[in-house]
């Protein structure tokens, strides 16, 4: 079956931009999360949602925002990009249900670069 | 302090060896991750823990919820292995947070 697929997978934009990532689940999978990763600051969390809601965030700016659509697809959005915001954005779906955690399948990720 | 602490930063195996990557958290958790990451940035889930030892052929993974302490062991180890290992703690609904990776490279 397919994987997780993120598009674009790579990008450029200038600071001030605004900037929109996707993310296709795995079929079936109702969860989707997004993470950043950056030399500095390693991997984070940004959010998770499932069905269609946001259940967790990260400890990032409001610039930071996500959807999720009812064929789960995953999109998230960052305005006014800064140079900082320069990383390798990572989504990860998983099924999602009951309380316990679920494993976890990534794509391999948007590389946005912010000049 | 970091809430997930991981040792070694940086690992040099010949080919062949025994290695152990080692994961301490300080958080309560769910579950706990081992995750791989080749150049390129792709991530591949390894395991997944809540309790005990999981292994999947040369690897082998195991928590200790009360010491708050996981390893990761490869045996005989491959040049193919080289890549990044991270660990990371769910604590709750995918809201992972990350070790800060150990950099394994394993020579012929």
């Known amino acids: 079956k397919a994987g997780v697929t993120q598009t674009p997978r790579y990008l450029i934009k200038t600071r001030g931009q605004q900037v929109t990532l996707s993310c296709s689940p795995i079929?079936?999978?109702?969860?989707v999360s997004w993470y950043q990763q950056t030399p500095g600051q390693g991997l984070q969390f940004l959010f998770e949602y499932f069905s269609e809601t946001q259940r967790n965030k990260g400890n990032f700016p409001g610039r930071f925002s996500g959807r999720q659509f009812s064929n789960s697809r995953s999109e998230m959005n960052v305005s006014t990009l800064e140079l900082g915001d320069s990383a390798l954005y990572l989504c990860a779906s998983s099924l999602g249900t009951g309380t316990g955690a679920n494993v976890l399948t990534f794509g391999a990720g948007s590389r946005l670069t912010v000049l | 302090k970091n809430e997930v602490e991981q040792s070694p930063q940086n690992l040099t195996a010949q080919e062949g060896e025994f290695i152990t990557i080692n994961c301490s958290y300080s958080v309560g958790i769910s579950a706990l991750h081992w995750l791989q990451q080749h150049p390129g940035g792709g991530i591949v889930s390894l395991f997944m823990l809540s309790s005990g030892k999981k292994k999947h052929g040369r690897l082998i993974a195991t928590i200790n919820i009360q010491e708050k302490h996981s390893s990761l062991h490869i045996t005989a180890s491959h040049p193919r292995d080289s890549a990044v290992y991270i660990c990371a703690v769910d604590r709750a609904g995918n809201m992972l947070t990350f070790g800060g990776g150990t950099r394994l490279m394993v020579k012929p």
């Open positions: 079929s079936g999978h109702r969860s």
